[in-house]
């Protein structure tokens, strides 16, 4: 029996108010205060876990579908890293599969 991965969702989506440029994104978290900028990776992917969670190679698969980027162990490699500094600030969080 396989262990299910780790799946990922945004937090709390109305929390959140988003300003666009053309290289990317202020988001102020109206929980928390904060606002933060983002690049346009960390906002697709707080984008693409608002409309589903997913494991970080569904999310690979999705951003790939989205930007024409290759599904590889290097863009599954910059996601974790991505999705472990947005679950620091509270954007994305782990879920039950």
């Not at 928390?32 to 990776?41: A, N, V």
């Amino acid at each position: 029996m396989s262990e299910n991965p780790v799946r990922w969702a945004a937090c709390n989506g109305e929390a959140l108010v988003w300003r666009d440029w053309d290289d990317g994104s202020a988001v102020y978290d109206k929980r928390s205060g904060q606002t933060h900028i983002f690049d346009l990776m960390a906002r697709l992917i707080v984008m693409e876990l608002g409309e589903a969670p997913g494991s970080v190679r569904d999310l690979a698969d999705r951003v790939a579908a989205a930007t024409g980027a290759n599904p590889d162990a290097t863009l599954r490699n910059q996601l974790h890293t991505l999705l472990s500094e947005l679950e620091d600030l509270g954007i994305v969080e782990v879920v039950a599969a």
